[in-house]
């Protein structure tokens, strides 16, 4: 599991770097238009996807103490609602997503392998108390950044943007 883990966190990082590379590109008013997506525009997205991906991490750091270390390191916010735009543009978004991601292989790196398979207990965004297995967890971090990098590459396909980001075979 863990070597799976640690492939899938690069994979993350690097597809996320070739993603905003790509975004970069576009406009602000780009980025921030009406997608009519769930989340809205792009920024909605991308400001969705990290704002679960740091709810995760902590959700990690208070469970395995080896991981304490990383919490300084994430940004704190307030968050009123999923559609909450907390980070307003992709140049105030972009050092924050490339630390997160640095901060899911450092996770990823310390964890041992028997730990990829301990309970965690952790309370739902909704106060539910919650027990699953950690590598489960993890693959959903995954699965749903995936998820929501899918929905960007399809508005950028509608906008006649290039945007072939996700192969993972060709990343190794």
């Known amino acids: 599991m863990k070597e799976l883990f640690q492939i899938l966190s690069k994979y993350n990082a690097k597809t996320n770097t070739e993603m905003v590379g790509i975004l970069e590109k576009l406009t602000a008013e780009q980025i921030a238009a009406?997608?009519?997506?769930?989340?809205?525009?792009?920024?909605?997205?991308?400001?969705?996807?990290?704002?679960?991906?740091?709810?995760?991490?902590?959700?990690?750091?208070?469970q395995f103490p080896e991981l304490a270390m990383i919490k300084p390191k994430l940004p704190e916010f307030q968050m009123k609602g999923w559609k909450e735009i907390i980070w307003p543009s992709l140049a105030v978004l972009k050092p924050i997503r490339l630390g997160v991601d640095e901060a899911i292989q450092q996770a990823c790196e310390l964890l041992s392998e028997k730990q990829y398979d301990s309970v965690m207990e952790y309370k739902s965004w909704d106060g539910k108390d919650m027990k699953k297995?950690?590598?489960?967890?993890?693959?959903?971090?995954?699965?749903?950044?995936?998820?929501?990098?899918?929905?960007?590459?399809?508005?950028?396909?509608?906008?006649?943007?290039?945007?072939?980001?996700?192969?993972?075979?060709?990343?190794?």
């Open 34 to 62: 009406d997608a009519r997506s769930f989340f809205g525009s792009i920024l909605g997205l991308l400001n969705h996807i990290l704002v679960v991906d740091v709810m995760w991490l902590k959700r990690f750091c208070s």
């Open 133 to 172: 297995t950690a590598w489960l967890v993890f693959l959903h971090l995954f699965n749903h950044q995936t998820h929501h990098r899918g929905q960007i590459s399809l508005i950028l396909d509608q906008m006649a943007i290039d945007n072939d980001y996700s192969g993972i075979v060709n990343k190794f």
